[in-house]
């Protein structure tokens, strides 16, 4: 009798331990990631710097910061691996580095960040107005979105609203944090709207600089159109 107790009480131990190990990959496949793009940073951004540095894409620090030096080595593994090509690192980017996690809906990538509808994309570039060209008067303030639309239709810049406003060293406010910092007023809304409506006060400009501050000397190889306040505007 004892005997055959504790050949069930074995054969429950191990029916036990096998559906552990066959639960486990499900378990895995099963937990969420967020959906990480330029800026963001935590855990996440620490386990895809690891991944990509032990596969020779990426040789900054491990510090969990999404900047420009994650943002290049998550492109070219994209290009690489023949995955869309966007710097955002999502559910299939997520599976490709070898992590089976889903993304949440609840944690994905902000509205702004997706294929721009006509409300994304005002809330994208109200964003930029606010820290580009707070203080500008209001034609200014359009004409600064109008240059990221113009950016968009143009075979040079990325394809997407948000890869033209994040694209590496493209606009000071992102890589110096103040597109986050600073909240967008009604003001700047409406100049975003205009813009996406085709208000352009720059008359196709794909550059803008402040002339009374220190910036990369092939700026001034570009054609200037028009100044605006502070800006001016060049094709």
């Known amino acids: 009798m004892n005997l055959q107790k504790r050949i069930l009480g074995l054969a429950f131990s191990l029916a036990l331990a096998a559906a552990v190990v066959l639960l486990a990959p499900a378990a895995a496949s099963a937990e969420v990631r967020p959906t990480l793009y330029w800026g963001t940073r935590g855990r996440s951004v620490r386990l895809v710097q690891w991944k990509l540095s032990e596969w020779g894409y990426y040789h900054g ?88 639309m113009n950016r968009l239709k143009n075979p040079r810049f990325p394809q997407s609203l948000s890869g033209v406003i994040f694209q590496p060293n493209a606009l000071e406010s992102v890589s110096n944090g103040l597109y986050w910092r600073r909240t967008p007023d009604s003001t700047a809304y409406a100049a975003a709207r205009d813009a996406v409506n085709g208000f352009d006060p720059t008359y196709g400009s794909i550059f803008f600089w402040n002339p009374y501050k220190p910036v990369a000397g092939w700026i001034w190889t570009r054609r200037i159109v028009t100044q605006i306040g502070k800006h001016v505007f060049a094709r």
Request: glycine share 10%; net charge positive; hydrophobic share 45%.
């Open 61 to 148: 620090y491990v510090d969990g910061v999404y900047g420009p030096h994650t943002y290049r080595a998550v492109v070219a593994f994209q290009r690489r691996n023949g995955l869309h090509v966007d710097g955002l690192v999502g559910a299939h980017t997520w599976r490709a580095l070898g992590f089976g996690y889903t993304v949440a809906a609840a944690a994905r990538v902000p509205t702004a960040y997706v294929a721009p509808s006509r409300s994304s994309a005002v809330h994208l570039l109200a964003r930029a107005v606010a820290a580009e060209s707070h203080g500008e008067p209001y034609r200014g303030q359009v004409a600064v979105a109008a240059v990221m």
